[in-house]
């Protein structure tokens, strides 16, 4: 529960909005043009969660989603009591604004958009209602104008989200008599099923008679990425031929970015990211890593093949949300099968599994239908240098000898000016560069070092809001870093910047590592870890050893997602799954084991056992920027009991005040304190 609201909500749409352009260059023939971001957030919970039961409490089979909806007194009224409350929590945002209290601004904005984060987890199927949408639309104008967003942030990126409009609508404009499939095409040995009808027929004609100067540019990046794909899918035990799906969600463009903020080659929204261990901060997106998103994928297509037991129904799952799919398969007869649900999915969803087929059979027999067997181009392989945090990736450039745009093109999860803070970070270079730049790296002055704190000075038009986005930090923060720091700055001013620390943890994640899941597969690659100067473009296996701390073990309850789990104790989605060896979703009933620091062992005792609503409490008062770990334990007149090793200062930072106000509160002249002495903690006031 550590993560800001930042890094649960307004980092995923800060750094999602302002990605750098992608490389790719558009084909003559499509008009590329700015898509507007869609007024939709989606839901963080766990994506394989099962609606069942609460769909058949809802009663009846719908005829729409916007019928169900209707027909449910207490869904509409609670909607429009969380909608009511949402905006007076933005109406108070604007006051604060207008009263020149931009502490208060940020936490009503904080609110309003952890607010609309709550409602939509509750209810997915809102994002299309026009009431949501236009509070949706009220808090993003606001959360743009405080942080100083702009509109051309918000686009959708990529020749791909073109080609979707025009592949996936139910229009057939595009089509002329001329178009044809070949005869006797070869029919692929594979596990998902290749079949041949008029709709994968029609995606055949598209791909290789109305754009194939498209398929041809996606022919030639699989050359450069699908060895690495299918490593990994191997590995995983998944289908290879899955592979290329990732021509139908991004055209293979790491930089893919959606109007639904959905990123990176395998086009993952934050939330599912999360659920496989891709994280995001305000310095970068794994989601745009080729390699940590295509282990994150094939985790996610063998989940979905677990729950739906098809592949055309996982693959369709990819694509729409469980509750849609189950209401198409209802609709369609109750049989889980892709084809007999096709009618009732929305037009998206069915062209998406016909575009898949269509795009595997051209990518395995290119030359049936016009396309070069080879391309000739180089396989995806990078040597990795460990650098310092917060290094100038202008500098480190310089170093290698590339261009800017090179060095992000081989690091494309890296979004700012810098690498980011908190420890060193694996930087990937061209292969056979490493020795050339480990030279000049020792070359770069140490004072061009990074550390986390900037001096910034204060441009005209520049606002608090404004300066915490640039550096990933909040206004409350600059607050307690600058004493007697006015709402009002000028230009000329210096600002003291704390620059959050990043999330380069050790053995944070196991996405970032790339070990396989599967334990056999696992067991087949190298055990050891590679060491910080590795040369590797490959996928190495290693052993996370577990922590030695103490263990809670936390019974899985109906609503729980691992996600939940996470921020529950404190620690990654991904070590849940890790440490659990688990491969699927999680059920009621199961027990998780959840490694704890022992001196917050009896915080987390008292968090396992409390009903979801007050850990739902806890964790947004953690949002806020309030520390509760041990204040939570204190009795209930907010008072601490001085415990062996305890210091003023550490008391104070844990509690979040400051150790003046311990002083004052206490009546103490210095920092002398005793083991069991009672220090008052909150005034009564």
Known sequence: MQQTLYSALILSLAISFSATAQQSQPTDAIELREVP????????????????????????????????MESSGDFR??????????????????????????????????????????????YPELQTEQRFSELYRSIMTEYRKFYGIKESEMQAEGEIFAIQEELFSDSDEWMKESFSVPENLPAPSTSVPLVQNEKVNRSLMYFSMKRPEVMEKWLKRSEKYFPMMKEIFEEENVPTELIHLSMVESGLNPRAQSWASAVGMWQFIRGTGSVYGLDVTFWKDERRDPEKAT?????????????????????????????????????GGGEKNYWEAWPHLPSETRNYVPSYIAATLIGMEPESFGFDKKYEEDPYSYDVYQVAPLMSLESLAEAAGITLEELKEYNPELLRWATPPGGKYPLKLPAGLKDTFAENYEDIPKDERGSNVAMHTVS???????????????????????????????????????????????????????????????????????????????????????????????????????????????VTASKIRTWNNLTAYIR?????????????????????????????????????????????????????????NDTLIDIANKHGVSVDKLRELNGLSGSRIQVGETLIINSSE
């Not at 909608?83 to 009503?108: D, G, S």
């Not at 870890?529 to 701390?549: C, I, L, Q, V």
Request: hydrophobic share 30%; no cysteine.
């Open 37 to 68: 971001t869609s007024p939709m957030l989606l839901p963080y919970n766990n994506p394989l969660e099962d609606e069942q039961e609460e769909e058949e409490q809802a009663g009846t089979d719908r005829s729409s989603f916007s019928g169900s």
């Open 77 to 122: 009224k609670d909607t429009m009591q969380r909608i009511t409350e949402i905006y007076r929590i933005h109406v108070k945002a604007m006051e604060a604004q207008m009263n020149e209290n931009p502490l208060q601004a940020e936490k009503h904005i904080t609110d309003a958009l952890y607010g609309l984060q709550e409602l939509l987890d509750t």
């Open 295 to 331: 282990r994150a994928a094939a985790r996610h297509l063998r989940d979905l093949y677990e729950v739906w037991g098809d592949w055309h129904l996982a693959l369709a799952g990819y694509n729409i949300s469980p509750r849609g799919l189950k209401y198409a398969i209802r609709r």
């Open 460 to 570: 005209s038009g520049e606002s608090l809001g404004i300066i915490a986005r640039k550096y990933g930090t909040s206004v409350q923060a600059l607050y307690e870093t600058n004493e007697g720091l006015s709402s009002t700055i000028h230009p000329g001013q210096k600002v003291v910047v704390p620059i959050p620390g990043g999330s380069a943890k050790e053995g944070s994640d196991e996405i970032a590592s790339g070990r396989p899941a599967d334990k056999s597969k696992a067991s087949q690659a190298s055990a050891s870890e590679p060491s910080p100067e590795s040369s590797s473009g490959k996928t190495e296996a290693r052993t996370e050893k577990k922590p030695s701390g103490p263990v809670i073990t936390y019974e899985v309850r109906k609503g729980d997602t691992i996600g939940h789990i996470a921020e529950w104790f404190d």
């Open 588 to 644: 009621p009933g199961d027990r998780l084991e959840v490694h704890v620091e022992q001196s917050k062992k009896s915080y987390y005792q008292k968090i396992s056992q409390m009903p979801f609503d007050e850990k739902q409490e806890i964790e947004l008062k953690q949002r806020r920027n309030e520390d509760i770990t041990l204040a939570s334990l204190m009795g209930t007149d907010g008072e601490y009991t001085v415990q062996p």
